[in-house]
């Protein structure tokens, strides 16, 4: 199945200029990612965002939101916005840099080499603090 075009155009909008944005094709959408770490990705007509797992019960209490879960097993740290959660530009943004700033997040790049794996499955915020503060 296809994916929504126009919101990937409003994304790509909402984003600007940003040299280290890429965008792949992946599970019949495109998403968007920083240096590697996805931020957000269309996916059929779907907004989907990482959070992480500190700003994951906040992003699930707004409107329109639910739980990612594409193969029967709920990933923590992800949302899914439904086309009227980011049917406004302001709306569309404020998602947009919210998964900005988790892919640019120590974090997500801790998480991307492998290191903090443990958070990601939904431990709390602490140990994520305490590995980024160990890190290299």
């Not at 965008?23 to 269309?42: H, I, Q, R, S």
């Not at 998964?99 to 915020?125: C, K, Q, Y």
Request: hydrophobic share 45%.
């Amino acid at each position: 199945m296809s994916y929504d075009t126009l919101l990937a155009t409003r994304i790509r909008t909402a984003i600007g200029p940003l040299p280290e944005l890429q965008e792949k094709k992946m599970f019949g959408g495109v998403g968007f990612l920083v240096k590697g770490n996805m931020a957000c990705e269309v996916h059929k007509n779907d907004l989907i965002v990482r959070v992480g797992s500190a700003g994951y019960e906040q992003a699930l209490s707004r409107a329109h939101t639910h739980i990612f879960d594409m193969t029967g097993r709920p990933m923590t740290g992800w949302v899914v916005v439904a086309p009227e959660g980011c049917a406004t530009e302001s709306g569309l943004k404020a998602w947009v840099k919210q998964g900005l700033a988790f892919a640019r997040s120590p974090v997500s790049v801790l998480w991307g080499l492998g290191v903090v794996n443990i958070v990601e499955r939904g431990f709390d915020a602490q140990i994520e603090r305490d590995v980024v503060e160990v890190g290299p």
